[in-house]
């Protein structure tokens, strides 16, 4: 029987850790069409290591989600090894489980895909190399060419999550539909429209803690039906 109820495939931009980092932090989240209050999704992203200066900085090593020793099938990110990590920059893939109604809390969502196999999607997004921040767009293809989903116009340098999130919406573009069964995937808009959202959404006074907004559920527009779902 056809399942119209696929899960989503969202890209998730938080507040940056410092200003320096960037306009957001960019992540991948995986949950249910329909949530709940109690639904709980995955967020797959990379992390800035704990050894660098600042209390804020992620200990990659604190996370319950990925599990590489006990065996034990805590979550769907168990098979992934979470030390896969790029020396130069001091970043670290992590999928953990997150709370689809606070998915922990991001400025925004836009749905960018409908997942058809959720366990080939983490393997393809998990096997993605951290970047460099020096890294450019076009090595993301085998140095040969840049998929649309990670234009070579895009501005450059760029910063190791940004650039990952290009590199890893490019992997599951060429993954040919096995990942997604419908989906959009051109970088430069996807970012301008996660751009002009939470612009939108601050001059709206969305993230102010008056006004009447539901706060428990972080904006999302879907970009495959061009509409808002919350607003």
């Not at 992620?58 to 992934?80: K, L, N, Q, R």
């Not at 896969?84 to 969502?109: D, G, I, N, Y």
Request: net charge negative.
């Amino acid at each position: 029987m056809f399942n119209i109820d696929k899960d989503r495939l969202y890209v998730a931009v938080y507040p940056p850790e410092h200003p320096s980092l960037g306009e957001f932090h960019w992540a991948l989240v995986v949950g249910p069409k329909h949530e709940r209050y109690d639904t709980d999704g995955l967020r797959l992203h990379i992390i800035r290591l704990g050894d660098q200066s600042g209390s804020d900085d992620i200990d990659a090593s604190s996370s319950t989600s990925v599990d590489t020793t006990s065996g034990v099938d805590s979550s769907p990110c168990h098979t992934y090894d979470q030390s896969l990590w790029s020396s130069s920059s001091k970043w670290a893939f992590q999928c953990e489980t997150v709370a689809m109604h606070l998915s922990s809390l991001p400025l925004a969502r836009l749905v960018i895909g409908k997942v058809k196999d959720r366990e080939r999607l983490i393997q393809v997004i998990a096997n993605v190399p951290i970047p460099d921040a020096t890294t450019d767009c076009s090595n993301t293809d085998n140095g040969t060419s840049s998929p649309s989903s990670c234009s070579s116009s895009s501005p450059q340098p760029s910063y190791p999550d940004k650039l990952w999130i290009q590199h890893a919406i490019a992997a599951l573009e060429a993954d040919k539909k096995r990942c997604l069964s419908t989906s959009f995937t051109t970088w430069d808009v996807i970012e301008q429209t996660a751009s002009s959202y939470v612009s939108g959404k601050r001059n709206q006074k969305r993230y102010d803690f008056f006004g009447g907004w539901n706060r428990s559920k972080p904006p999302t527009f879907d970009m495959l039906d061009d509409q808002e779902l919350i607003e």
